[in-house]
């Protein structure tokens, strides 16, 4: 199991930066772009036409939406992958059945590719985005309620 956190840890960390590097390269400068231009479109027409200038800003704020949430799931999956790195330290430690660090180990990395996913998935499809987003989130905190049981059972060596 400590294999398995440090392996699955490392591999988040690594494919949520190569994502992150992705999102900065590629995509990041064309979403920039187009707020500049949705901001300076709805500054333009609002002396013309209240309901263009409106429908600018709309589509600013939906960039911005898009811009955020895709910037969060990449973040999302290298933190999951640190948790899982500092777990693999002391979760053979805790007093807990060897099947029940076997399943949190489990849910916690597995958390860290359904979660990110979920969040990715939103931008186009919210409702199964957000279900995919909120089952992953669900076997995150499930991962984590174990290993705090697990820590809180442990006795203290001094």
Do not use: C
Request: charged fraction near 15%.
């Amino acid at each position: 199991m400590k294999k398995f956190l440090r392996v699955g840890g490392l591999s988040l960390i690594l494919l949520g930066s190569i994502l992150g590097g992705i999102y900065a390269g590629m995509y990041l400068p064309g979403v920039k772009a187009e707020q500049e231009k949705s901001i300076k479109s709805a500054v333009e027409i609002a002396s013309e036409s209240p309901s263009y200038s409106k429908q600018a800003a709309e589509k600013f704020v939906q960039n911005k939406f898009l811009d955020t949430r895709t910037s969060n799931f990449h973040s999302h999956m290298t933190l999951i992958g640190v948790t899982a790195l500092v777990l693999s330290f002391f979760a053979p430690q805790l007093n807990l059945p060897d099947w029940s660090r076997i399943m949190a180990a489990t849910f916690l990395i597995l958390s860290g590719v359904i979660l990110p996913l979920g969040i990715f998935i939103e931008n186009w499809f919210l409702r199964a985005g957000s279900i995919i987003a909120l089952s992953g989130g669900s076997m995150l905190i499930t991962s984590l309620i174990i290993f705090l049981f697990g820590a809180f059972r442990t006795p203290q060596t001094d």
